[in-house]
């Protein structure tokens, strides 16, 4: 069982350089979300998805962009890599708008700006 | 806003004690509350949740209870074992039922 899948797991970038996080799930999940993992800080909402053709701001959107491209992948694009956003950047989706609904995590992607 | 506020870490603790991490939240309405566990170099995984107060939430020798009157749900088990070293996270779901909010994770060492 894949379950969530990003791509790539670690990648070095310059300031300024642009890049895209991809991640799919195969578990026929309507809401999926990208998080970002500091130290001491938990985990922080980027932007989220509660269903194909829908995206929502989290609680830490700037400099970041989205894409809901189907029901299973949903990508994140730094434009313009900054130093601040040297972080653990986690994928996740959820079957159900229920607030009982956990979340499935992938297994995070490492990036680093210099 | 919703908050969640859990026990600073590390904690650290010899094999078979036991385990208290607190974890207390902020919320409008009725939320749903999730400790979420994650081992190193992975991603996280539900350990365990409860969605109304009074809810009991077990897995794996661990447990929770939602105490609304607290505002509380502390993470207990009663004998930790080395394979339980990991980061924990305490979490809630709000009543829109979109957004996921959580600690700021505690990470548990035990010793043999």
């Known amino acids: 069982n894949a379950g969530v899948t990003q791509t790539p797991k670690f990648q070095v970038l310059k300031t300024g350089q642009s890049m895209t996080l991809q991640c799919a799930q195969d578990?026929?999940?309507?809401?999926m979300y990208w998080y970002r993992q500091d130290p001491g800080m938990g985990l922080r909402l980027i932007y989220y998805?509660?269903?194909?053709?829908?995206?929502d701001k989290g609680e830490v959107p700037n400099g970041y962009n989205v894409s809901r491209l189907n029901k299973r992948e949903f990508s994140l694009r730094l434009e313009s890599a900054a130093p601040s956003q040297t972080s653990v950047y986690f994928c996740a989706s959820s079957a159900a708008a229920a607030n009982t609904g956990e979340l499935f995590f992938g297994e995070g992607s490492r990036l680093t700006v210099l | 806003g919703n908050s969640v506020t859990q026990m600073e870490g590390p904690v650290t603790l010899s094999e078979e004690a036991f385990l208290t991490i607190n974890c207390t939240y902020t919320a409008t309405g009725y939320p749903s509350l999730f400790w979420y566990v994650q081992y190193p170099g992975e991603g996280l995984q539900l350990l365990l949740k409860a969605t109304k107060a009074d809810d009991k939430g077990s897995n794996k020798g661990f447990e929770a209870t939602y105490r609304k009157e607290t505002t509380s749900f502390h993470l207990e088990k009663g004998s930790v074992q080395v394979s339980d070293s990991a980061v924990y996270f305490c979490a809630l779901k709000d009543t829109g039922g979109f957004k996921t909010i959580f600690g700021a994770g505690t990470r548990l060492f035990v010793k043999a």
């Open positions: 998805s509660a269903s194909e053709g829908t995206t």
């Open positions: 578990m026929n999940h309507n809401s």
